[in-house]
């Protein structure tokens, strides 16, 4: 089992060792299910080889001119249809449950799935790729399953039956059918080894399709911001194109489909060895007529398996692409068994470096954060501020070195006691579409209730311009928080922070997005969330930086000082000048971009 950062308890196993154990891992979930519609569609197509059989003896009784006995064959032909019809509602229902009960099962089993991924693996992906998967590829594997493989069996069932009624009414009569069987199984191999890989690289492409279209619709402000529809359109046009022409690759081989051609030729044959045998007064009128009858259900198993074979084809590439991203490793691992405390806010870095890949971007950082402290890391852009405080929440691990809390490396701790006690209110916050109270009350599990939401927001200084929409606490925000401000967006996330109450808070202020009318209330508000927590605050705003217990001056991925403010105005030449930079400019932000 790969690792994972999050697991369902009492979660299914299924055997991912290839597209189709897992498909069958899934099906015998529902043995029962699966084997009642094997037995109904089984008895279905031998009722309906029976009324090819009924229709023969009609024919004999209506030339030896038995008027009684059509009379009770016609009565008996009208129970096996409706039988007929009856058995096969129930095969349908039961094989349509299945399908359905496996997609759904699998669609879970994805997004558990990539819960549990790390998030260099999510950087990795794109998210429209994640959603063709997660959509197109999972309704494929339910089509291959209902109609699919229920066409599949049918045909097999039918032909069957087809079989062993030819059978016992004359087994020479069975020399064509066995004939064109064998030759249509051939043919039949050749084809899905045409289709697989064509249809497998049209679903990749339709992932690649999707993925643009979805960067597109999520980036758009800067496509029309830069004027890049011409580009996009192309991009995607030439993408669609690719598309298209797998789809047109896979009709034309689809076209080929030799089969049906075979079965004309099989018919014939059939009739001419029928005629033979009756000739010799060795099967009756009745009997070439259910013969020619049984034969011609062939076409049923032929012309079917076209359709159905390519959506078993299907199928198995999209369970293939989800099978891929299912059990594409994952670098950390929720590490159940881990260390479990209420952490007290001690943190400590030991001689920590870091890559996001080959390129070191921290390299040998250490300092020591007691509990309560408010740490400053101060740093020109790019300089590894945000990377240092990825490291406290494992959304990284370390190349080497040591990160410790309360004396305990973080790759010792419980992943879900270390996260929950750990907050991060970042520069780009995420909001969820859903109401302004739900957003808040996220990190509880919307546990929360109202009054103590409504205090969240008083806290960090929301509750204002939150009673200022006419749904107050009720206000659907859009996508990403869009009729948001900055400002807006970031003391949603410090009421997010507050009702969490963690012991440990991140917080990435180094946006300088805020409108100065509001910049009075951040400053409030973020005075009010350090209280009572480590804090690590990045942050290029000199009044917060007062706050800080110490400042670490970090540069290149370094920390090339640390100390008091006072301690650094005294000995750092970087942070000297940052000082005297903000005394006669009014902001720091300016020197620190800089790269001093
Ligand atoms: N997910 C990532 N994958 C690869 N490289 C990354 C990733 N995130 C950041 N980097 C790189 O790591 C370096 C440090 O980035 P980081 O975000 O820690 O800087 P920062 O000091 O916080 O900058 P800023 O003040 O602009 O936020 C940068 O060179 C950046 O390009």
Same mark, same amino acid.
């Given at each position: 089992?790969?690792?994972?950062?999050?697991? =369902?308890?009492?979660?299914?196993?299924?055997?991912?060792?290839?597209?189709?154990?897992?498909?069958?891992?899934?099906?015998?979930?529902?043995?029962?299910?699966?084997?009642?519609?094997?037995?109904?569609?089984?008895?279905?197509?031998?009722?309906?080889?029976?009324?090819?059989?009924?229709?023969?003896?009609?024919?004999?009784?209506?030339?030896?001119?038995?008027?009684?006995?059509?009379?009770?064959?016609?009565?008996?032909?009208?129970?096996?249809?409706?039988?007929?019809?009856? /058995?096969?509602?129930?095969?349908?229902? $039961?094989?349509?449950?299945?399908?359905?009960?496996?997609?759904?099962?699998?669609?879970?089993?994805?997004?558990?799935?990539?819960?549990?991924?790390?998030?260099?693996?999510?950087?990795?992906?794109?998210?429209?790729?994640? !959603?063709?998967?997660?959509?197109?590829?999972?309704?494929?594997?339910?089509?291959? =399953?209902?109609?699919?493989?229920?066409?599949?069996?049918?045909?097999?069932?039918?032909?069957?039956?087809?079989?062993?009624?030819?059978?016992?009414?004359?087994? +020479?009569?069975?020399?064509?059918?066995?004939?064109?069987?064998?030759?249509?199984?051939?043919?039949? #191999?050749?084809?899905?080894? #045409?289709?697989?890989?064509?249809?497998?690289?049209?679903?990749? +492409?339709?992932?690649?399709?999707?993925?643009?279209?979805?960067?597109?619709?999520?980036? /758009?402000?800067?496509?029309?911001?830069?004027?890049?529809?011409?580009?996009?359109?192309?991009?995607?046009?030439?993408?669609?194109?690719?598309?298209?022409?797998?789809?047109?690759?896979?009709?034309?081989? @689809?076209?080929?489909?030799?089969?049906?051609?075979?079965?004309?030729?099989?018919?014939?044959?059939?009739?001419?060895?029928?005629?033979?045998?009756?000739?010799?007064?060795?099967?009756?009128?009745?009997?070439?007529?259910?013969?020619?009858?049984?034969?011609?259900?062939?076409?049923?198993?032929?012309? &079917?398996?076209?359709?159905?074979?390519?959506?078993?084809?299907?199928?198995?590439?999209?369970?293939?692409?989800?099978?891929? $991203? !299912?059990?594409?490793?994952?670098?950390?691992?929720?590490?159940?068994?881990?260390?479990?405390?209420?952490? @007290?806010?001690?943190?400590?870095?030991?001689?920590?470096?870091?890559?996001?890949?080959?390129?070191?971007?921290?390299?040998?950082?250490?300092?020591?954060?007691?509990?309560?402290?408010?740490?400053?890391?101060?740093?020109?852009?790019?300089?590894?501020?945000?990377?240092?405080?990825?490291? =406290?929440?494992?959304?990284?691990?370390?190349?080497?070195?040591?990160?410790?809390?309360?004396? +305990? %490396?973080?790759?010792?701790?419980? !992943?879900?006691?270390?996260?929950?006690?750990? *907050?991060?209110?970042?520069?780009?916050?995420?909001?969820? *579409?859903?109401?302004?109270?739900?957003?808040?009350?996220?990190?509880?599990? @919307?546990?929360?209730?109202?009054?103590?939401?409504? +205090?969240?927001?008083?806290?960090?200084?929301?509750?204002?311009?939150? &009673? *200022?929409?006419?749904?107050?606490?009720?206000?659907?925000?859009?996508?990403?928080?869009? !009729?948001?401000?900055?400002?807006?967006?970031?003391?949603?996330?410090?009421?997010?922070?507050?009702?969490?109450?963690?012991?440990?808070?991140?917080?990435?202020?180094?946006?300088?997005? /805020?409108? *100065?009318?509001?910049?009075?209330?951040?400053?409030?508000?973020?005075?009010?969330?350090?209280?009572?927590?480590?804090?690590?605050?990045?942050?290029?705003?000199?009044?917060?930086?007062?706050?800080? %217990?110490?400042?670490?001056?970090? #540069?290149?991925?370094?920390?090339?000082?640390?100390?008091?403010?006072?301690?650094?105005? @005294?000995?750092?030449?970087?942070?000297?000048?940052?000082?005297?930079?903000?005394?006669? =400019?009014?902001?720091?932000?300016?020197?620190?971009?800089?790269?001093?």
């Amino acid at each position: 089992m790969s690792k994972r950062e999050f697991t =369902v308890s009492n979660e299914y196993t299924f055997n991912r060792a290839s597209p189709a154990r897992w498909i069958i891992s899934h099906l015998f979930r529902y043995k029962f299910r699966v084997l009642l519609y094997m037995a109904l569609a089984l008895i279905t197509n031998f009722a309906f080889s029976g009324t090819r059989v009924l229709t023969g003896n009609a024919f004999d009784a209506v030339l030896k001119g038995d008027g009684a006995q059509v009379g009770i064959i016609a009565l008996k032909m009208l129970a096996l249809v409706i039988c007929c019809g009856l /058995i096969d509602f129930g095969a349908r229902f $039961m094989i349509e449950i299945v399908a359905k009960s496996l997609a759904r099962d699998a669609r879970e089993e994805l997004y558990v799935s990539l819960l549990g991924k790390s998030q260099s693996f999510h950087n990795r992906q794109r998210v429209g790729d994640i !959603m063709a998967r997660a959509t197109n590829d999972m309704s494929q594997i339910s089509d291959m =399953v209902s109609p699919g493989f229920d066409i599949i069996y049918d045909s097999f069932s039918s032909l069957l039956a087809i079989m062993i009624f030819i059978g016992i009414l004359n087994i +020479q009569l069975l020399l064509v059918p066995l004939l064109y069987l064998v030759v249509f199984l051939l043919t039949l #191999r050749l084809y899905s080894r #045409r289709l697989n890989p064509v249809s497998r690289e049209m679903r990749e +492409q339709f992932g690649v399709t999707n993925a643009i279209l979805n960067e597109a619709v999520t980036g /758009i402000e800067v496509i029309k911001a830069t004027s890049q529809e011409e580009q996009e359109k192309e991009k995607f046009t030439k993408n669609a194109s690719r598309y298209r022409d797998f789809f047109v690759k896979n009709g034309i081989i @689809q076209g080929q489909y030799l089969p049906t051609l075979l079965l004309g030729i099989a018919l014939a044959f059939c009739f001419l060895h029928g005629l033979f045998l009756l000739l010799q007064h060795q099967i009756t009128i009745g009997q070439l007529v259910t013969f020619i009858g049984l034969a011609t259900n062939l076409r049923f198993v032929t012309d &079917m398996s076209t359709w159905s074979f390519t959506l078993a084809q299907l199928g198995i590439a999209g369970s293939r692409r989800v099978l891929d $991203m !299912m059990k594409e490793e994952t670098e950390i691992d929720e590490n159940e068994d881990g260390y479990k405390a209420q952490i @007290q806010g001690n943190i400590v870095f030991e001689n920590v470096s870091f890559g996001y890949g080959e390129t070191p971007i921290l390299k040998n950082v250490s300092f020591q954060a007691k509990a309560g402290q408010t740490i400053a890391i101060v740093g020109q852009t790019g300089s590894g501020k945000s990377t240092v405080t990825k490291l =406290v929440n494992r959304i990284y691990d370390v190349s080497s070195g040591r990160v410790l809390i309360d004396g +305990q %490396d973080v790759r010792d701790w419980n !992943m879900d006691a270390l996260r929950s006690q750990i *907050s991060t209110i970042e520069q780009d916050i995420f909001l969820f *579409s859903r109401s302004i109270a739900d957003n808040i009350a996220y990190g509880m599990g @919307q546990q929360a209730n109202t009054s103590t939401i409504e +205090q969240a927001a008083r806290d960090a200084q929301a509750h204002d311009f939150i &009673m *200022s929409f006419k749904e107050g606490y009720e206000t659907v925000i859009g996508e990403r928080g869009v !009729m948001l401000s900055g400002g807006q967006r970031q003391r949603l996330a410090i009421a997010r922070a507050l009702l969490t109450d963690p012991r440990i808070l991140i917080l990435d202020d180094s946006t300088s997005a /805020i409108d *100065s009318a509001t910049e009075d209330e951040i400053q409030k508000a973020i005075k009010r969330v350090l209280q009572n927590r480590t804090t690590l605050l990045i942050t290029h705003r000199i009044s917060q930086i007062r706050w800080a %217990d110490k400042v670490l001056v970090v #540069r290149n991925g370094e920390v090339i000082d640390q100390g008091t403010h006072e301690e650094l105005m @005294q000995r750092c030449r970087t942070y000297q000048r940052i000082f005297s930079h903000y005394e006669n =400019v009014a902001a720091p932000e300016a020197v620190l971009a800089s790269g001093e």
